[in-house]
């Protein structure tokens, strides 16, 4: 079968700064950097995020290889630590503006839309060590570094996006211990996720007075949506599948595009003496906040059911006091990242958009599949062959060219990612890159799924599909 995308559909990869560029000639650390310093046992292999990519150094060379691959779109982020000087001031650092605008600019000329993203896990390790997130000095920072970026760059730049992914970092620092400084605090957990909510929303609302008269100019927020599946219909999991849904994906989704939190959260939170400090003319920041379109990271759904014990009230609460995950016997997985293979939900989420959320414009911001030792791919001519990349990006467009063609307001497709990046914790242990990076000398190599991504380009957007890859 065939399926096709319109003309104008975006086609691209997204990346952050943290992961790509390094930290070349930055003048502060994020909690990325310190914790690297601190415990480098932490890391695969012991490999941190000083080199990353390099694309600090080749930056020109990659979008070379971009508009070599017809690619018409891209996100990366800008690092707070290397754009400010000085974090506690926000003075800005002269040559990191000459290096973001040359970048930047390059992009532009190419014709290559670029989405900046604000901020991408990496707090600036100055103000974690005052609560991070859980600070409201931190906030009132952020709104300063956005309305900085918005002036320096807003000339080149149109589409910007104030956080990737912000459900993280309350996850990652706050609750299970991913990422450093590793707290396990539910209630500051929220009092971070609600600040985070609020620093977009100041961010959004200078955005859009300072590009008032220009409707060019868009700005959205970027969510991992993990839509819950329950067990069952049995009530208890239909309700345990809800409530995971309400704090893991619909506290940022309902404020940032509705402008409200969720009732039933709100009472869930209240009823455990859980909620955030907060203030009226914080709420209605809040609410007079809108954002232009919406990205979505889609990687997996969650799969969830009540909980087989009670919970033990003399335990530190955590969000499993409402559900358990659950162990769906016919699902497929990824063995190299353990993460569930499930397109269809990717429907499921945009036809959710089209009928809850005012079928809001959005961009699957990222979509993609991490495979460790994809070197026993090579060919004779060292290319890697990851057929099992293109069937997997095929399945998924699949899903969303019918989810658009019933109504749902996507506008575009970015893969994670455009060249094989360092990640947090796992360095380079899952490679997700259309584009092979070599550790040892840091050259570049298209894979197959680069130059099959091409072909569909050039072939106007049209795709053939295997019908029994999507049975």
């Known amino acids: 079968m065939k399926i096709k995308f319109s003309n104008d559909f975006w086609w691209g990869t997204a990346i952050s700064g943290p992961q790509s560029e390094g930290s070349f000639e930055k003048k502060n650390d994020s909690i990325m950097d310190y914790w690297f310093k601190q415990n480098k046992e932490d890391f695969y292999n012991f490999v941190g995020p000083s080199v990353a990519s390099d694309m600090f150094n080749q930056y020109e060379n990659d979008i070379k290889i971009m ?96 956080f990737n992914e912000p459900v993280v970092p309350i996850e990652g620092c706050y609750l299970y211990k991913w990422y ?99 203030d009226s003319e914080e709420l209605a920041e809040i609410k007079k906040s809108y954002i232009d379109f919406l990205g979505v990271n889609y990687y997996q759904p969650s799969r969830i059911q009540s909980r087989l014990t009670k919970w033990n009230d003399k335990k530190e609460i955590m969000p499993e006091k409402w559900f358990e995950n659950y162990e769906w016997p016919e ?47 090579l060919n004779k001519e060292n290319q890697i ?20 063609d019933e109504g749902s307001n996507c506008f575009g497709y970015h893969l994670w990612t455009f060249i094989d990046c360092w990640s947090w914790g796992n360095a380079y242990k899952n490679r997700y890159g259309i584009v092979s990076l070599d550790l040892l000398n840091n050259k570049r190599k298209i ?8 072909e569909v380009i050039e072939n106007s957007n049209e795709i053939e599909i295997d019908e029994d890859l999507v049975k």
């Open 67 to 162: 508009a070599s691959l017809k690619l018409n779109s891209y996100r990366t982020s800008i690092q707070w630590t290397r754009l400010v000087k000085n974090i506690m001031t926000g003075e800005i650092d002269e040559k990191a503006v000459e290096f973001y605008r040359d970048y930047f600019t390059k992009l532009k000329e190419k014709g290559i839309v670029t989405i900046v993203n604000l901020f991408h896990f990496d707090m600036p390790i100055e103000l974690e060590n005052i609560g991070g997130w859980t600070n409201k000095k931190t906030v009132k920072l952020y709104a300063q570094y956005a309305e900085n970026c918005f002036k320096l760059f807003g000339d080149i730049i149109s589409h910007w996006a104030t």
């Open 447 to 454: 894979k197959k799924s680069g130059y099959w991504l091409k």
């Open 180 to 278: 450093y400084p590793k707290i396990v605090d539910f209630k500051k957990g929220i009092q971070a996720g609600y600040n985070t909510i609020l620093a977009h929303a100041k961010a959004v609302n200078i955005f859009h007075k300072i590009f008032e008269n220009d409707k060019s100019k868009k700005i959205c927020s970027i969510l991992n949506l993990t839509p819950a599946y329950p067990k069952d219909n049995k009530p208890e999991n239909i309700e345990a599948a809800e409530i995971r849904d309400l704090i893991f994906n619909k506290s940022f989704l309902d404020t940032m595009i509705k402008g409200e939190f969720p009732s039933k959260l709100v009472k869930l939170f209240a009823s455990e003496d859980l909620l955030p400090e907060y």
């Open 331 to 377: 699902k497929r997985i990824n063995p190299h990242r353990g993460w569930e293979i499930h397109p269809k939900t990717l429907y499921k989420i945009a036809i959710d958009i089209r009928d809850n959320y005012n079928n809001i414009p959005w961009i699957v911001s990222e979509n993609g599949m991490g495979v460790e030792n994809e070197d026993k791919f």
């Open 385 to 404: 062959q990851d057929d099992y990349r293109i069937d997997f990006i095929k399945e998924h467009l699949y899903w969303l060219n019918k989810a658009i």
